[in-house]
C-alpha cells in the first residue's frame, strides 16, 4: 500500500521569501506524484505532476517541484512567496499497479505580508 | 470549458434521513472518483468508477453509503439513515483516462451537515 507524508501542519512564510512544502512517499514501484492546492470553500486545483523523466518540474503559478527517488521526497518550492499563495497544500501519489491516488494530509500554507 | 459541478454546495439535514449528493464530471471524462474530507483532514478516497467496468467501492466507510454513475456520466452518492460523523465536505473528481499520468480536476464539493 501507498502512502503520503507531509510532515508540517503550517508553513509560514513572508512574502518575497523561499517557500517549501515537503512531501515524503511511500509506494511499490514508480511512483506518479502530484502537487495540489486547495482555497478556502473551494475543490482542489492542480499545481503540477511527476511522471517521467527530469527531477525538477514546473507547474502553475511560478511552483516547482524536485522528484528524489532515493529519499522518496517530491517538495514543493516557489522562489518568492505571494501573500495570495496562502492556502492548504495536498501532495498525492499513485502507484502505477493499482492506479489509486493517496494524499497527504495536507499543510497550511500562510505567507504575511 | 466547464468543470466538474457538484450540488447541492450546501445540505443540512437531520441524523437518520437519506442524503443524495450529485457530481457532473468534465465531458469525456471516463474516470470518476467521490472522496470525504473531513474538517481539519486530508482527503479519504470513497469509490471510483471507470468507464463501464465495476466501480471500486473499497473506501465505503460503511453499507450506508452508495454510489451509481449512470451513462458514463453523472454521478450520485447516496448516504443513508445519516448519522452525526457523516458531517463531512465530499469533493467529486473526474479524469480522462486511468493509467494515473493525468491529473484529477475537482469539483468545489458538497458540505454536509447533520444535525
Known amino acids: 500500500a501507498q502512502s503520503v507524508a507531509q510532515p508540517e501542519d503550517q508553513v509560514n512564510v513572508a512574502e518575497g521569501n523561499p517557500l517549501t512544502v515537503k512531501c515524503t512517499y511511500s509506494?511499490?514501484?514508480?511512483?506518479?506524484l502530484f502537487w495540489y492546492v486547495q482555497y478556502p470553500n473551494r475543490g482542489l486545483q492542480f499545481l503540477l505532476k511527476?511522471?517521467?523523466?527530469?527531477?525538477l518540474v514546473k507547474g502553475s503559478y511560478g511552483f516547482e517541484a524536485e522528484f528524489n527517488k532515493s529519499q522518496t521526497s517530491f517538495h514543493l518550492k516557489k522562489p518568492s512567496a505571494l501573500v495570495s499563495d496562502s492556502a492548504l497544500y495536498f501532495c498525492?501519489?499513485?502507484?502505477?499497479?493499482?492506479?489509486?491516488?493517496?494524499f497527504g494530509a495536507g499543510t497550511t500554507v500562510t505567507v504575511r505580508a | 470549458g466547464a468543470g466538474v459541478s457538484q450540488s447541492p454546495s450546501n445540505k443540512v439535514t437531520e441524523k437518520g434521513k437519506d442524503v443524495e449528493l450529485r457530481c457532473d464530471p468534465i465531458?469525456?471524462?471516463?474516470?470518476l472518483y467521490w472522496y470525504r474530507q473531513s474538517l481539519g483532514q486530508g482527503l479519504e478516497f470513497l469509490i471510483y468508477?471507470?468507464?463501464?467496468?465495476?466501480?471500486?467501492k473499497s473506501g465505503l466507510p460503511s453499507d450506508r453509503f452508495s454510489a451509481e454513475r449512470t451513462g458514463g456520466s453523472v454521478s450520485t452518492l447516496t448516504i443513508q439513515r445519516t448519522q452525526q460523523e457523516d458531517s463531512a465536505v465530499y469533493l467529486c473528481?473526474?479524469?480522462?483516462?486511468?493509467?494515473?499520468?493525468?491529473?484529477?480536476?475537482f469539483g468545489d464539493g458538497t458540505r454536509l451537515s447533520i444535525l
Open positions: 498525492a501519489v499513485i502507484s502505477r499497479r493499482d492506479y489509486k491516488l493517496s
Open positions: 509506494v511499490s514501484g514508480n511512483p506518479y
Open positions: 465531458s469525456g471524462h471516463t474516470a
Open positions: 468508477f471507470q468507464g463501464n467496468s465495476a466501480p471500486d
Open positions: 473528481a473526474s479524469s480522462p483516462h486511468r493509467d494515473g499520468s493525468e491529473p484529477q480536476h
Open positions: 511527476y511522471i517521467t523523466g527530469d527531477n
